[in-house]
């Protein structure tokens, strides 16, 4: 039976989400394809009609949870930088993110397997993280800054995972908070630019 072009591309996001959600709470190298294909409600002869090889679905599951993530950054609707720093703090530095995984950001979650990764899907990572970095800086004044926003927010949550005890956790995210808010609003004068 032959499928429409859109049922491939629905099935095809259907499947990155999946994916996305399973790899994220469980590790990519953990997660076989047909566990994948089963948890996605399809057979596994399925999964070859939209990617060629685990890696292709590793480079496609990366890419697309990291664009989701920039487009979570680019819907802060804050122009006031403390608000904007409040609204993203609110957003990723919880305990909700630290305690589901398969709900949250995937460098936390997978950032050690994309650094074991071939070429291709460290290129790609490099290219949105830098994507990310460029409309950070601009926000946030210059790309010292939006490193050091990107590297706490992952590292904190990293950490915290690591921790067995939530109080422990807790204290992590709830420094790392603070960490934030006092470097990056310590500079009063710094304001969005005019759109």
């Not at 591309?9 to 994220?24: D, I, Q, Y």
């Not at 904007?84 to 530095?93: K, Q, T």
Request: net charge neutral; charged share 25%.
């Amino acid at each position: 039976m032959r499928y429409s072009p859109e049922h491939k591309t629905t099935m095809k996001k259907h499947l990155l989400a999946v994916a996305g959600a399973e790899t994220k709470k469980k590790g990519f190298a953990a997660v076989g394809v047909d566990g994948l294909m089963h948890a996605a409600g399809v057979t596994s002869g399925a999964f070859y009609s939209h990617f060629s090889s685990k890696n292709e679905l590793f480079k496609a599951v990366v890419e697309a949870e990291l664009q989701d993530s920039i487009q979570m950054l680019v819907g802060n609707p804050h122009q006031d930088l403390a608000a904007w720093l409040h609204h993203e703090s609110n957003r990723y530095l919880t305990m909700s993110h630290v305690r589901h995984p398969e709900a949250g950001c995937v460098l936390p979650a997978l950032g050690a397997e994309i650094a074991r990764a071939d070429a291709g899907v460290k290129d790609m990572c490099e290219q949105q993280m830098l994507d990310a970095r460029n409309m950070l800086a601009k926000r946030l004044g210059d790309d010292t800054a939006a490193w050091g926003f990107i590297a706490q927010c992952v590292g904190s949550l990293l950490l915290a995972r690591a921790m067995a005890n939530e109080e422990t956790q807790q204290e992590v995210i709830q420094a790392s908070r603070q960490f934030l808010q006092r470097a990056i609003t310590k500079d009063s004068d710094r304001t969005p630019p005019e759109k």
